[in-house]
């Protein structure tokens, strides 16, 4: 068994989630942030068999896109500094981490 977390922009959410439900997948949504991107993310935790991942993998690529967000530039003390603009970012659609499950029980 594995278990698949995988992180997405906010804007792709609910299509992955409707798309894994129709799949006969079962997810988990954690809301999430970080330091490095503005707008929203979500992580996503899917447990499935192994001989499931590479169709997961299929659905969660076609239900995302890649995007060009605004990121903070690198501060400068520079007066007028260029660095001190926004900088185009290329974010991903998604990013997948997949883990060994050594256990699973349901109580």
């Given amino acids: 068994m ?4 995988t992180i997405v922009s906010n804007s792709d959410t609910e299509k992955v989630l409707e798309a894994v439900a129709q799949n006969g997948y079962f997810a988990t949504k954690i809301s999430t942030s970080g330091q490095f991107l503005k707008d929203g993310h979500t992580a996503i935790l ?57 256990n699973f029980q349901k109580f």
């Fill in 2 to 5: 594995k278990l698949v977390m």
């Fill in 46 to 102: 899917i447990g499935c068999d192994d001989e499931k991942v590479e169709k997961l993998y299929e659905i969660l690529k076609s239900n995302v896109k890649k995007r060009v967000v605004k990121s903070p530039g690198v501060k400068s003390t520079i007066t007028g500094s260029l660095l001190n603009q926004e900088i185009d970012v290329e974010e991903y659609g998604a990013v997948a981490f997949t883990m060994d499950i050594e």
